[in-house]
C-alpha cells in the first residue's frame, strides 16, 4: 500500500480502475485513500444517491444527471488533487454509463481519478 501511495502521490494525473470480485476490498482501499488524502480528495462512495447535495434541485433527478452535476463540483474546490470514485455505475443504463465514462475521461485530464467499477 505504501508503494501505490507513493505512485498515486507522485501522479499529476490520469485515470486508475479498479476492478475484481465483490467483497476483494475496492470499496475499502478507496475509502483509504480518501481517509489517507483527507482534503486533497473528492471523494463520491457507492451510495451517492443517499447523500444531499448543495444543489437540491439535483434530488428528483435520475442517478446519472446527478453524477453528472457532481462531476462540476470538484472545479469548486481548491487544492483537490484526487476524483475517488467508489462504483459509480452500479445503478446507471448504458446510456449514462457512456456518458459518465467520457466525463471521468476528461476529469483525468486535470486530476488524478480512482475509481472502482462495478460492471465490466
Known sequence: IKSLMGHLLEASNGRYTLRGKNGVGKSTLIAWIAESTGVRSFYLPSHFSELSFANQSMISHSDGNRVLAVFEEPEAFEGVR??????WDANL????????????????????????????
Open 82 to 87: 484526487f476524483i475517488l470514485l467508489d462504483e
Open 93 to 120: 443504463d448504458s446510456e449514462n454509463i457512456r456518458r459518465i465514462d467520457l466525463a471521468i475521461d476528461r476529469l483525468a485530464e486535470k486530476w488524478t481519478v480512482i475509481e472502482s467499477r462495478h460492471r465490466a
